[in-house]
């Protein structure tokens, strides 16, 4: 399986991932989190991959996370709660998200990406 890229192609971290996976010739899928957005069953194997706790799959810098008041509810809601409420809507998901179907990466960071995505 090549690699899934669960991106939003306005996003800053996104598009640093993207150039990297660009400038290490890495192949990969890239997937609009917006408009194709993971389903719950794909979202809950990918928080079950990861090993992150679900609140790690939460984008708290975006507009929506604020204006439905999520900071309190991810603190007190039980994983299912919140799955449920990460696929309502592919802003809400923290990005990128990248799988090869068994490890999972969250957001970007250079040295993850090379532990993980260099060949």
Same mark, same amino acid.
């Given at each position: /399986? !090549?690699?899934?890229?669960?991106?939003?192609? #306005?996003?800053?971290?996104? *598009?640093?991932?993207?150039?990297?996976?660009?400038?290490?010739? +890495?192949?990969?899928?890239?997937? $609009? +989190?917006?408009? $194709? &957005? &993971?389903?719950?069953?794909?979202?809950?194997?990918?928080?079950?991959?990861?090993?992150?706790?679900?609140?790690?799959?939460?984008?708290? !810098?975006?507009?929506?996370?604020?204006? =439905? @008041? =999520?900071?309190?509810?991810?603190?007190?809601?039980?994983?299912?709660?919140? =799955?449920? +409420? =990460?696929?309502?809507? @592919? /802003?809400?998901? *923290?990005?990128? +998200?990248?799988?090869? @179907?068994?490890?999972?990466?969250?957001?970007?960071?250079?040295?993850?990406?090379?532990? #993980?995505?260099?060949?």
């Amino acid at each position: /399986m !090549s690699l899934q890229f669960y991106w939003y192609p #306005n996003c800053g971290t996104c *598009k640093k991932a993207k150039k990297w996976f660009d400038d290490n010739e +890495i192949e990969y899928e890239a997937i $609009h +989190i917006v408009e $194709h &957005p &993971p389903s719950r069953e794909e979202l809950e194997s990918l928080y079950n991959k990861s090993g992150l706790e679900i609140k790690k799959f939460f984008n708290t !810098s975006g507009k929506k996370y604020r204006e =439905l @008041g =999520l900071k309190d509810k991810v603190k007190e809601s039980s994983p299912e709660e919140l =799955l449920d +409420i =990460l696929v309502t809507d @592919g /802003m809400l998901i *923290k990005r990128p +998200i990248v799988t090869d @179907g068994e490890k999972v990466t969250v957001g970007f960071k250079e040295e993850e990406f090379e532990e #993980n995505w260099k060949k």
